[in-house]
């Protein structure tokens, strides 16, 4: 069983930077396809960003496609998402989450991941 850790939230005012980190631990992460989630206050968690096991595909919501990366150091046991350019709407608890995955996939949905990590929060102010 993996445990997800994220960190590198905060609060700042938009057009500015944060990197994201998701460790884990007790697994490997190389076996799992790993995503990030979002939730707002008031509103239900939607889908940012995805990257198969090795980091070969990765696929964006529309709504932060050109202004956030996502990347992955396998030998780090850690993900990464690089946000910049950030506006209010960016606003809300991030979370990554991760599923086994054998085929070179990712997965946009979160009942399509088995560990979840705590959250941490990004603020941004206008």
């Known amino acids: 069983q993996v445990q997800l850790v994220e960190s590198g939230g905060g609060f700042l005012q938009a057009g500015g930077s944060l990197r994201l980190s998701c460790a884990a631990s007790?697994?490997?992460?190389?076996?799992?396809?790993v995503g990030w989630f979002r939730q707002a206050p008031g509103k239900e968690r939607e889908f940012v960003a995805a990257?198969?096991?090795?980091?070969?595909?990765?696929n964006y919501a529309d709504s932060v496609k050109g202004r956030f990366t996502m990347s992955r150091d396998n030998a780090k046991n850690t993900v990464y998402l690089q946000m910049n350019s950030l506006k209010p709407e960016d606003t809300a608890v991030y979370y990554c989450?991760?599923?086994?995955?054998?085929?070179?996939?990712?997965?946009?949905?979160?009942?399509?991941?088995?560990?979840w990590g705590q959250g941490t929060q990004v603020t941004v102010s206008s």
């Open positions: 007790g697994r490997t992460l190389s076996s799992y396809a």
């Open positions: 990257t198969s096991w090795d980091g070969g595909r990765i």
């Open positions: 989450a991760a599923r086994i995955s054998s085929t070179v996939s990712y997965y946009t949905r979160e009942t399509m991941y088995n560990y």
